[in-house]
Every structure is written in structure tokens, then in C-alpha cells.
């Protein structure tokens, strides 16, 4: 089972910052969190992953709380092109754990 | 990122024959190697696990003997949907992981129906 609660969906206006939470109040110290996202009919992407600091890349933000029961994934200026589904994945077994998906959040982007 | 293809990207078959998906890592060895499968409007579901020269490890609830999983190189592994049938359609999608990286990467998914 997903060890994650994600909102179903959520829309962004464009050019606007995507903030998308995740809930992960049962993560264990050595779990990392990681997001992926998956545009309609394609694998998924991989966009960040972390496991207690913030980080950041060239696609988006992941804010960890200092608890670590939540983060949030930040798109700084939203596109269209990212409509997509995000899965916030807790990876169990450390950093050779397999995936387990979750539902996700439907984000939509929209002019 | 590293790249993943699939092939073939569609496939249709008649319920009964067997279909053949490939996978490979493009730019980089797969230690480890993944199957998922999606049906529409749902999540991913792993199917099964499998590190290259070793049998895959399947999740409960797959079978073993429709779900023919080889993986016998670095860069390849081939999921086998053998007598297939209309509920086995749906997308698949194989992830790869290796090369020291521990991040997956994911193929492009094969959307494979079943008539």
C-alpha cells in the first residue's frame, strides 16, 4: 500500500507557482520521498527526490518539514505542458526500495 | 535522465496468442529491472522485479506463468503476456534502475489490447 495522501486534483494558473502537497506521516528515517509525474498515455518522469533537506533541480522544489510527516513539490512558473498526474512516492527499503505508486494529484494547467 | 525505450509502443492482438514487449536501458546498465501495468484512469501496479541472470520476483496476485519475464542482459529484459485475453489489456510500463544511480527511470509504456 502507498504510504502517501496526495488531493486528487488541482489547478494552476499559468505561469503561476504549482504547490503540491503530500502526506507521509508514517515515513520511517531512512525512506526517502520521491516525485514523479506522468503525462497522459507516457511513463512516468522523474522530477526530485529527498530525504530531509529541501532540494532543487532544474524542474522543480521539494520542501520537507523539519518532521518529515509532509512535503510539497513547487513548479515555480507553471506551463501547460505541466498537466500532468503527480505521485509523491515514499520509497521503502531505503535507496534500493522499489517504487510503490499511489494515486496521485491531477494537476491541471490552465491559461 | 537516463533513457528507457519499449517497443512496441501499441500492440492488438486475439485473445489466445501471446505478445512479446521489450525493454531496454539506452545510456546506462540495468541491474535491476521493472514491470508495471496501468489500467485507465488508475495507478501504476508493480507486477514484478527482476535483477539481470536472476528469475523475477513477482508481486502477489501476478502470475508467474502468464507474465513471462527474462531478463537476460544489462540492457534488455521482455515481458511475455502468454494466451492472452481482453482483460489482460491494458498499458505496460517497464522501469529500469543500475549504473550506480538509484533513481528509475521509465519507459514510454505499451498499450497493449486484446481481442
Known amino acids: 500500500d502507498a504510504k502517501t495522501t496526495q488531493p486528487p486534483s488541482m489547478d494552476c494558473a499559468e505561469g503561476r507557482a504549482a504547490n503540491l502537497p503530500c502526506n507521509h506521516s508514517?515515513?520511517?528515517?531512512?525512506?526517502?520521498v520521491y516525485w514523479y509525474r506522468q503525462i497522459h498515455s507516457q511513463g512516468p518522469q522523474y522530477i526530485i527526490h529527498?530525504?530531509?533537506n529541501n532540494e532543487t533541480n532544474e524542474m522543480a522544489s521539494l520542501i520537507i518539514t523539519e518532521d518529515r510527516k509532509s512535503s510539497t513539490l513547487i513548479l515555480p512558473h507553471a506551463t501547460l505542458r505541466d498537466t500532468a498526474v503527480y505521485y509523491c512516492?515514499?520509497?521503502?527499503?531505503?535507496?534500493?526500495?522499489?517504487?510503490?505508486f499511489g494515486k496521485g494529484t491531477k494537476l491541471s494547467v490552465k491559461p | 535522465g537516463a533513457v528507457v525505450s519499449q517497443h512496441p509502443s501499441r500492440v492488438i492482438c486475439k485473445s489466445g496468442t501471446s505478445v512479446k514487449i521489450e525493454c531496454r536501458s539506452l545510456?546506462?546498465?540495468?541491474?535491476?529491472m521493472f514491470w508495471y501495468r496501468q489500467f485507465p484512469k488508475k495507478s501504476l501496479m508493480l507486477m514484478a522485479t527482476?535483477?539481470?541472470?536472476?528469475?523475477?520476483?513477482?508481486e502477489q496476485g501476478v502470475e508467474k506463468d502468464k507474465f513471462l519475464i527474462n531478463h537476460a542482459s544489462l540492457t534488455l529484459s521482455t515481458l511475455t503476456v502468454t494466451s492472452a485475453h481482453p482483460e489482460d489489456s491494458s498499458f505496460y510500463i517497464c522501469?529500469?534502475?543500475?549504473?550506480?544511480?538509484?533513481?528509475?527511470?521509465f519507459g514510454p509504456g505499451t498499450r497493449l489490447t486484446v481481442t
Open positions: 508514517t515515513i520511517s528515517g531512512n525512506e526517502y
Open positions: 522501469s529500469a534502475r543500475g549504473g550506480g544511480v538509484n533513481e528509475q527511470y
Open positions: 545510456d546506462f546498465q540495468a541491474t535491476t
Open positions: 512516492i515514499v520509497r521503502v527499503g531505503g535507496s534500493q526500495g522499489n517504487l510503490i
Open positions: 527482476s535483477n539481470e541472470g536472476s528469475k523475477a520476483t513477482y
Open positions: 529527498g530525504l530531509k
